[in-house]
Nanobody
């Protein structure tokens, strides 16, 4: 049983930083892509960033590039999202995701495993 458990969300002022973490368990993720999506109220799920578990290649959405960084600790089966210079439009539920393969990684329907999500609110 694969489990993805997010942590690290919260309320932060504009310009602030948060670091999300995702604890992954239940299988080997060697040939998987793991990443983050987000969903704001009334909007569709949006790709944020992904990392190739074997090798470490990454992709990041244009909307967060230069502010967000995805990383992993393979030994601990942990995934991270460092979010800097947060903006009110970054407010959303952030989901940790995983899927086999490394193609069309921005499509949410291709991800097999989803965490429960963690709320990030950027507001003064």
């Amino acid at each position: 049983q694969v489990q993805l458990v997010e942590s690290g969300g919260g309320l932060v002022e504009p310009g602030g930083s948060l670091r999300l973490a995702c604890a992954a368990s239940g299988r080997s993720f060697g040939n998987h892509a793991m990443g983050w999506f987000r969903q704001a109220p009334g909007q569709e799920r949006e790709f944020v960033a992904a990392i190739k578990w074997s090798g470490g290649s990454t992709q990041t959405a244009n909307s967060v590039r230069g502010r967000f960084a995805i990383s992993k600790d393979s030994a601990k089966n942990m995934l991270y999202l460092q979010m800097n210079n947060l903006k009110p439009e970054d407010t959303a539920i952030y989901y940790c995701v995983a899927r086999y393969g490394w193609t069309v990684i921005h499509r949410p329907d291709l991800y097999t495993y989803w965490g429960q999500g963690t709320q990030v609110t950027v507001s003064s």
